[in-house]
């Protein structure tokens, strides 16, 4: 029997203390693996996805050590200066068809594999990713075919990607309405190689946040790159010189998450007495910080103190509005929660992008916010819904999928009867002490 989660009827009250920011996390491991000397990451919570990261980083030959569920210790890889992969069991200095690859366990994370796959060529490593759950459905085109251009090979085999060959400098090219996660991926490995790239994405950015995320480690990392600045719809061109080095401080500490957070601040709108969120970076780049601009344009009453911030949510009379999803896609669950709870037509619109996540997220939140008794329309690329103030409860199928499952949490404060979510420890995807968090609130 599949296990279940029972989350009691009623509006919550408290403090909240949010993770690390796993987008932060994946580039920070990354950079460090590629470093000059030891760093020690300090990470309030590590979730499965990143744990997918340092996992797939000590298959490459990386010494990763975590202590306390908090602080990570990075020993660089040797090998990584301009790509010579000489630590690697697969370097040219042996035959690659008669050596075992190296098993990466990227799990279902999707960050994990667009990261890592092109810093395996950038290593030569003859490598095997072992994905899970929808992960080997989800699209790597073009991302797939600019690495072979440059002189990657790959191969999918169920639910395996194997990949062989070195990455190659020079002139690579993406759309820009693609997941960010694949600009990302070239952005943290082509200093790294031999000679001098650029990289050009065409036409608009969708979640440029994101790619400031990694620019932002970049620079950290004292790694040097150009780019035009352009996030108009005109082309974004990024000139990289080759034969870099990362050189991280050796102490670092990985901000919250506001992806996280959101759930929380989303709870405090639902709660007369309210919910602080502590420790929110209110000057961070990660584009989910969005969610406060939302509850205010909803009519959340909210309050800020102390940096790094104290966040104090409150419910007011909340309204619907029209929402453009485009620059935050993962807010899109929750946000809504908080549609169902407010009076008038709510619209999320630009939301495509979610039928490719850990489920089809427009369609499993549809059918989340219509079981619990909310009126939903499901388009193409948005969400109508109709507010009702109130929901009545029942059995969410999370669909293995940790924004449904915690979204369906924060959705029992507006309910008149529990809330049953199935596959309940899916939220360790992201947040791997959620229910423990959650469970620390009184209900009010």
């Given at each position: 029997?599949?296990?279940?989660?029972?989350?009691?009827?009623?509006?919550?009250?408290?403090i909240?203390?949010?993770?690390?920011?796993k987008?932060?996390?994946?580039?920070l491991?990354?950079?460090?693996?590629?470093?000059?000397?030891?760093?020690?990451?300090?990470?309030?919570?590590?979730?499965?996805?990143?744990?997918?990261?340092?996992?797939?980083?000590?298959?490459?030959?990386?010494?990763?050590?975590?202590?306390?569920?908090?602080?990570?210790?990075?020993?660089?890889?040797?090998?990584?200066?301009?790509?010579?992969?000489?630590?690697?069991?697969?370097?040219?200095?042996?035959?690659?068809d008669?050596?075992?690859?190296?098993?990466?366990?990227?799990r279902?994370?999707?960050?994990?594999?667009?990261?890592?796959?092109p810093?395996?060529?950038?290593l030569?490593?003859?490598?095997?990713?072992?994905?899970?759950?929808?992960?080997?459905?989800?699209?790597?085109?073009?991302?797939?075919?600019?690495?072979?251009?440059?002189?990657?090979?790959?191969?999918?085999?169920?639910?395996?990607?194997?990949?062989?060959?070195?990455?190659?400098?020079?002139?690579?090219?993406?759309?820009?309405?693609?997941?960010?996660?694949?600009?990302?991926?070239?952005?943290?490995?082509?200093?790294?190689?031999?000679?001098?790239?650029?990289?050009?994405?065409?036409?608009?950015?969708?979640?440029?946040?994101?790619?400031?995320?990694?620019?932002?480690?970049?620079?950290?990392?004292?790694?040097?790159?150009?780019?035009?600045?352009?996030?108009?719809?005109?082309?974004?061109?990024?000139?990289?010189?080759?034969?870099?080095?990362?050189q991280?401080?050796?102490?670092?500490?990985?901000?919250?998450?506001?992806?996280?957070?959101?759930?929380?601040?989303?709870?405090?709108?639902?709660?007369?007495?309210?919910?602080?969120?502590?420790?929110?970076?209110?000057?961070?780049?990660?584009?989910?910080?969005?969610?406060?601009?939302?509850?205010?344009?909803?009519?959340?009453?909210?309050?800020?103190?102390?940096?790094?911030?104290?966040?104090?949510?409150?419910?007011?009379?909340?309204?619907?509005?029209?929402?453009?999803?485009?620059?935050?896609?993962?807010?899109?669950?929750?946000?809504?929660?908080?549609?169902?709870?407010?009076?008038?037509?709510?619209?999320?619109?630009?939301?495509?992008?979610?039928?490719?996540?850990?489920?089809?997220?427009?369609?499993?939140?549809?059918?989340?916010?219509?079981?619990?008794?909310?009126?939903?329309?499901?388009?193409?690329?948005?969400l109508?819904?109709?507010?009702?103030?109130?929901?009545?409860?029942?059995t969410?199928?999370?669909?293995?999928?940790?924004?449904?499952?915690?979204?369906?949490?924060?959705?029992?404060?507006i309910?008149?009867?529990?809330?049953?979510?199935?596959?309940?420890?899916?939220?360790?995807?992201?947040?791997?002490?959620?229910?423990?968090?959650?469970?620390?609130?009184?209900?009010?």
């Open positions: 029997m599949q296990p279940t989660r029972k989350v009691l009827p009623g509006p919550r009250t408290g909240a203390h949010i993770p690390g920011s987008s932060k996390a994946h580039r491991l990354i950079m460090a693996a590629l470093s000059d000397a030891p760093t020690t990451l300090e990470c309030n919570g590590l979730s499965n996805d990143i744990l997918a990261t340092i996992n797939c980083l000590k298959a490459l030959g990386c010494d990763i050590t975590t202590e306390d569920d908090s602080l990570i210790r990075v020993i660089p890889l040797s090998s990584a200066l301009s790509g010579s992969g000489d630590n690697l069991k697969n370097s040219d200095t042996e035959s690659t008669k050596l075992t690859p190296n098993i990466l366990p990227c279902d994370s999707g960050s994990t594999l667009r990261f890592i796959l810093l395996a060529g950038v030569n490593a003859q490598a095997c990713f072992e994905m899970e759950g929808r992960l080997p459905e989800r699209p790597l085109a073009p991302y797939d075919s600019e690495l072979e251009a440059h002189g990657m090979k790959l191969r999918k085999d169920g639910n395996s990607l194997h990949c062989e060959g070195r990455l190659l400098p020079g002139n690579y090219t993406l759309p820009g309405n693609v997941t960010s996660q694949y600009i990302s991926g070239l952005l943290m490995s082509l200093p790294f190689l031999g000679g001098d790239s650029t990289l050009t994405i065409t036409g608009p950015i969708e979640s440029s946040d994101y790619i400031h995320i990694t620019e932002d480690v970049l620079r950290l990392a004292g790694i040097r790159f150009t780019c035009n600045n352009v996030y108009d719809g005109s082309d974004l061109v990024y000139h990289i010189p080759g034969g870099q080095r990362s991280l401080p050796d102490k670092l500490s990985v901000e919250s998450d506001w992806s996280g957070g959101a759930f929380f601040l989303c709870l405090g709108a639902l709660s007369p007495a309210g919910i602080t969120v502590r420790g929110l970076n209110t000057d961070s780049t990660q584009g989910d910080k969005a969610i406060l601009d939302i509850l205010k344009r909803f009519g959340a009453d909210i309050s800020i103190e102390n940096d790094p911030a104290d966040i104090t949510v409150r419910h007011s009379a909340l309204k619907g509005c029209e929402i453009d999803a485009a620059g935050y896609p993962d807010l899109v669950p929750i946000i809504g929660v908080i549609a169902a709870a407010a009076s008038g037509t709510t619209r999320i619109i630009n939301a495509g992008r979610l039928r490719l996540k850990e489920s089809d997220r427009l369609k499993t939140t549809a059918e989340m916010l219509t079981v619990l008794g909310a009126t939903v329309t499901e388009g193409e690329d948005s109508t819904i109709e507010g009702r103030g109130s929901l009545k409860g029942g969410i199928d999370s669909h293995d999928d940790h924004r449904i499952a915690m979204s369906a949490a924060v959705a029992a404060s309910c008149d009867a529990p809330v049953i979510v199935t596959a309940p420890e899916c939220v360790k995807k992201s947040f791997a002490d959620f229910w423990e968090v959650f469970e620390e609130l009184g209900i009010c």
